[in-house]
């Protein structure tokens, strides 16, 4: 693992949520980091983001993800819909209170068998292929990964995924322990534990070799959300360098 000294110690901003429905929030907060500096940033494509259209089918999204590839960005696939919507159905108060409150039922890998899930991959990895463009990531939707997905995870060509708390290359699974900062904006309440719980995280990973930063593109109507990753991400750029998660990975391995 990198030496937690100034000169290796990397950011690494990650865009949940990527897809035609969701790209004018998401065109917002990219606006917002690319006034930072030259951040390169690692955008999870939703190849069919709730059913609600395919990632090949909109001109102007394929043009603006043309663009990104062009100025160092990279593509990871992050589930196929990004609906808890094919899966058995949850058992127990904690499975059910995982999978419908916690993650407002987007966790589509939450409970897949490896079958499943392998045929959810490969269907995205299909549009991307379509497209030409080059995908190495794989990130669950809300980051829950079944049993099964994990073991789909070992058969499939991606070189890394990651969870909340650590990223993995594959498909050995060696682990780095870096967690993500994220935002949860759709109550107040949420809002206001956000705001405390990713200043006391940034704080702790201060002198972290990496730091990792999750923005959703339902963070861009909230200023206090935006406020948060740009101040956050204009002071580390001060002593980190900025990278893809596949960047840093290289580096690491």
């Not at 108060?93 to 409970?111: N, V």
């Amino acid at each position: 693992m990198p030496p937690a000294d100034a000169r290796q110690r990397a950011v690494s901003v990650v865009l949940h949520d990527v897809a035609p429905a969701t790209w004018p929030a998401c065109a917002r907060l990219l606006e917002m980091v690319d006034a930072c500096g030259d951040v390169p940033v690692t955008l999870l494509v939703v190849p069919d983001y709730h059913h609600r259209g395919r990632i090949g089918d909109d001109a102007a999204f394929r043009d603006a993800i043309e663009r990104r590839l062009a100025r160092g960005d990279e593509l990871a696939l992050h589930g196929l819909y990004h609906l808890d919507d094919s899966a058995p159905r949850p058992r127990g108060p904690l499975q059910w209170a995982t999978r419908r409150l916690y993650t407002a039922s987007e966790g589509e890998f939450a409970a897949l068998d490896a079958g499943a899930a392998e045929r959810h991959m490969r269907a995205g990895l299909e549009q991307f292929a379509e497209r030409g463009w080059p995908v190495r990531g794989f990130v669950a939707p809300a980051w829950l990964m079944s049993t099964g997905t994990r073991a789909a995870l070992t058969r499939m060509p991606f070189s890394y995924t990651s969870t909340r708390r650590a990223l993995y290359t594959l498909p050995e699974w060696r682990e780095y322990p870096h967690p993500s900062l994220v935002w949860s904006v759709r109550s107040a309440w949420r809002r206001g534990a956000s705001q405390l719980v990713n200043t006391l995280q940034e704080r702790r990973l201060r002198e972290a070799p990496l730091l990792r930063l999750g923005l959703h593109p339902a963070d861009a109507d909230h200023p206090a959300a935006v406020d948060f990753w740009r101040n956050t991400l204009r002071s580390a750029l001060r002593t980190r360098r900025a990278v893809t998660k596949a960047g840093w990975l290289e580096h690491a391995a």
